[in-house]
């Protein structure tokens, strides 16, 4: 029987623990600060004005997210697939959510806020990496941030080495692609999954930013 209310829902669970509310701010401090600096990875959840969700990830170098004041982070767009499907959503409804990742380290660090699309050449001059510079960032205005502790991480082992798969288990994106977009499942031409494949790592190699 699927659960229908909250107030159905929490009678399955315990009372929330008075340090897991309290934990909640609405403002940048000195340890979520430096948790950003420090961070290589985020992913980004927002939905458009009907609800459709979407998230999405965003890399660059350590500290790439930048804080422009203790309510305000600022992330670079990076060259991609143009699909846009975060941006979009932004600009049909602005609220969104981000979490952190360190690589080696268990907690993450959780935002919501608004979010808007910018084009200020100074703020994002500040993001140019190997003399790129992005066209557009990623404005969020923080509404609530938190840390989260270590369960999720520490149940997968997500660093660790226990769990890491060999490329040579897992098809290539170019053949994985191809197949979902053949109408027969699978793309039986060998030449082209290998021609895309080398597309693809010639993109990474030359246009990551």
Known sequence: MDIKSELSLRENFPPTMELAKSK???RLDKHSRNFISKSPFLCISTANSLGKADVSPRGDPPGFVQALDDKTLIIPDRPGNNRLDTMANIVDNPN????????????????????????????????????????????VKIDEIFFHCA????????????NRVNKSEMPTLARIILD????????????VVIETEQDIQEAYRTHLY
């Open 24 to 26: 909640q701010m609405s």
């Open 96 to 139: 969104v959510a981000l979490i952190f990742f360190i690589p080696g380290i268990e907690d993450t660090l959780r935002v919501a806020g608004r979010a808007s699309i910018i084009r200020d050449e100074a703020i994002l001059a500040k993001c140019t990496v190997k003399g790129k510079t992005p066209k557009i960032g990623i404005a």
């Open 151 to 162: 369960a999720a991480l520490k149940r997968s082992h997500l660093w660790g080495d226990e």
């Open 180 to 191: 979902q977009t053949s109408a027969s499942g699978q793309c039986e031409d060998e030449a």
